[in-house]
């Protein structure tokens, strides 16, 4: 279950989070939480002995240089993250991401051995002009371009759908479940089956503590990418041990 924060949270508020936190001592999922990356340091404290791994939201594929206002992975790395968040349907629509960066940025975060979440997903004319499937083989074969099975078993990916990301409509259960499988497919035909089965694929695009189970419960749904409900720590909790 992993918390998308986007451009939310103070360094204070960050505190204030993991602290008012409680989750279920006996969980069936891993917890991640991606701050800004000025409360990451925060965050990475607050965590220690917890059981939650802190991601980056991006990451730049150079590992330093002039690139003025970017990030790296040795950089995120260090820090304590263990995970980052590629390709996120706000970075393709508002910063230019495409899927040759999103290759890029991934090539990045495995060298600097962190897990990447590769988002992928289509607007909402992509799905009515029936293009979900296409526009997912495309994002997924862009993105793992060159990528030799033993890169692509260390990743994440996050099924996203765009119309569902912070409007409240939710992907019905058996929308999530049929762009999934396909995905997995995806994925079995590039690296074979058991990688396939072993991937997890998360859904993200209004989760909330009421959809949550119905979601999970789907057989290709493997977790969940939140943003709204991850701010507030009651729903995370709630998300956590509804998984
Ligand atoms: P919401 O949960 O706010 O719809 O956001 C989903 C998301 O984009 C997570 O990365």
Known sequence: MAANWKMHKTVAETREFFTALTLPA???????????????PAAVEAARGRDIAIAGQNLYWESKGAFTGEISGPMLAAAG???VIIGHSERRQYFGETDATVNRRLVAALAANLTPIVCVGETLPEREAGQVEAVLRRQFTGGFEGLDATAAQRCVLAYEPVWAIGTGKVATPEQAQQAQAFLRACVQERFGAELAMGMSILYGGSVKPDNVKSLMAQPDVDGGLVGGASLDPVAFAALVAGF
């Open 26 to 40: 006996a969980r069936a999922c891993a917890v991640v939480v991606a701050p800004p990356y000025l409360a990451i």
């Open 81 to 83: 993250c263990g995970y």
